[in-house]
């Protein structure tokens, strides 16, 4: 997520193209920590400067810049030979045909031939070798998510004539798990996802949230080392070039799912006749003024869009875990079961934080909402919180698992597009969202680490109609994280390159995700023959 700035403007070839681009000063010191001046309860905010002062950290580590005008991307360097010495993975619970190996990318795209990072990729190979087509790449969504274990996982849910059509082919991000990974070291309570998406106080204050991006943003400049300021979605974009031309192949087809449907974008804009059957499912509004930025605020249209159909289910009289009478009393109920829970927590041994408070009960209601396979586990929640019985146990992941996933999104956000500076104009934000849509309590629109955080090197990539008309979006109706508001974005920026699935449904990703026949066919026909809807297709619940 970006904050404006000056930047000096120059031509990237990215492929066949020549895509708008440009470094800060040449791209030299991208990663460090930007200064502010945050105030306390008494108002006074970020100042608003054009490059925020970087005294604000005690340390500060120089990241590598990224590509430049003289630097045709994904042009020559190691890994365009197409050789990979393929093995079998490491880990558990995988499938014994994935096999995994490395390739060396660019840390620095200006420098194609300097130094080199890990990137992690796997593979199941096509299940009858006389019927495949090519290589369908698995874009992780987050950012922050790993997908070198996608062939044994999202890859198995695809139909067998995919399975048979394509190469699975997975990988992990730059900065994270296997491929060159990165950490921020934050402490145990940071790693709190009511830290890390940005919460107000109770009463609707921001100064905490301030003080705690700035103190991520530190860490981070401080402790993630030089990977850190690469990462950004252009260069993901890059390196899955790199990916496909390891693999020896002349066009990727590609299924993109959250996040990984602006990664796709950008690479389709980017490398436009490189690209061959094109889906892109639970879309992201790819706004280059905002990119992340516009993502998160969406959350507040998206709880509300799903809610309704929670609030049905949790008041069904067949349901076990009935919260309410009528559906039209499961709202009032839960906001002010938080709004008691902001006054008065309860303990919650093994979460973090170890107890259940406002703020919790939402951002557990914000994940719950991605599938309706977790509507029981909510509605157990809010019963034990509200009648006073003992709390579930909590499933909390391990810090060690986290710090990667979230050094990776901070930077991937942080580093596509700066955000605003201005501490006031966050609070008038949050206090008018807290109105609006009280379910997420101006969370959505609240203040991330990114105000402390460099000036991004390049400028977003804008989404356009210029490209083959081969890309397929496939989006529910009430997705929580991704809205339909968002996705309908996306469908305008491609243009006649595009065609749109809508299926009725709730939740979070779409294809082979919720039954439904229509929109999973759709998506497998597109795949195995080439051929879209003739126009934008609307698929009923199933």
């Known amino acids: 997520m970006r904050i404006t700035g000056k930047r000096t403007e120059s031509a990237y070839t990215d492929g066949s193209r020549s895509v708008e681009g440009g470094c800060p000063e040449g791209g030299a010191r991208a990663g460090r920590a930007r200064g502010s001046r945050v105030g306390g309860p008494g108002g006074a905010g970020l100042r608003t400067v054009p490059a925020l002062a970087a005294a604000l950290l005690a340390s500060t580590v120089a990241l590598a810049p990224s590509a430049d005008a003289r630097t045709p991307d994904g042009a020559g360097g190691p890994a365009a030979s197409g050789r990979i010495d393929w093995q079998p993975c490491a880990g558990e619970g995988l499938d014994d ?3 995994c190996a490395t390739i060396r990318v660019p840390l620095d795209y200006r420098a194609p031939r300097g130094e080199q990072i890990d990137l992690a990729i796997s593979r199941i190979r096509s ?26 996982t999202t890859g198995q849910k695809l139909p067998q004539s995919v399975r048979e059509a394509y190469d699975i082919v997975g990988f992990d991000p730059r900065g994270l798990g296997r491929s060159s990974p990165i950490s921020c070291d934050l402490s145990h309570d940071d790693l709190a996802l009511t830290t890390l998406h940005p919460w107000p106080d109770a009463e609707g204050s921001i100064d905490r949230n301030a003080i705690t991006g700035r103190r991520l943003a530190e860490q981070c400049a401080r402790n993630a080392g030089p990977v850190l300021g690469s990462i950004s979605t252009r260069n993901e974009a890059r390196d899955i070039d790199r990916i496909r031309q390891a693999l020896g192949e002349r066009r990727l087809s590609a299924w993109g799912v959250s996040y990984g449907t602006y990664a796709g974008a950008v690479y389709a804009q980017m490398f436009p006749d490189r690209t061959d059957r094109w889906v892109l499912d639970s879309n992201d509004d790819p706004d280059p003024e905002r990119v992340a930025r516009g993502w998160l605020a969406n959350y507040a249209v998206g709880v509300e869009d799903a809610f309704p159909v929670f609030a049905a289910w949790a008041a069904d009289p067949a349901n076990p875990d009935r919260l309410a009478e009528d559906p039209a009393q499961v709202r009032p109920m839960f906001l002010e079961l938080a709004a008691r829970l902001d006054r008065q927590p309860i303990p919650w041994p093994g979460a973090n934080p170890a107890e259940l408070n406002g703020n919790v009960l939402r951002e557990t209601l914000l994940s719950s909402l991605s599938s309706t396979s977790r509507f029981p586990a909510l509605a157990q929640l809010i019963r034990a919180a509200r009648d006073g019985a003992p709390l579930p146990a909590a499933s909390t992941p391990p810090d060690e698992a986290m710090q990667s996933s979230v050094a990776v999104s901070a930077a991937t956000i942080c580093n596509d597009v700066s955000w605003p500076a201005s501490l006031s104009d966050y609070q008038k934000a949050v206090t008018a969202s807290r109105g609006s849509h009280p379910l997420t309590a101006g969370m959505p629109v609240g203040l991330m680490p990114c105000p402390f955080w460099e000036q991004p090197r390049e400028k977003p990539v804008r989404i356009t109609d210029r490209g083959p008309s081969n890309i397929l979006l496939i989006q529910n109706r009430r997705d929580p994280v991704t809205p339909l508001s968002g ?43 080439g051929k879209r809807p003739s126009g934008d297709l609307e698929c009923p619940a199933e």
């Open 127 to 152: 299940e009858r070798p006389e019927a495949r087509r090519g290589t369908l790449l698995l874009i992780p969504g987050g950012p922050g998510n790993s997908g070198v274990d996608g062939p044994s």
């Open 97 to 99: 045909r994935q096999e």
């Open 487 to 529: 996705a309908r974005k996306m469908r305008q920026a491609l243009g006649d390159r595009a065609r749109m699935v809508i299926v009725d449904s709730v939740g979070h990703d779409v294809y082979r995700a919720n039954g439904n026949a229509c929109g999973d066919r759709a998506v497998t026909d597109f795949l195995i023959t």
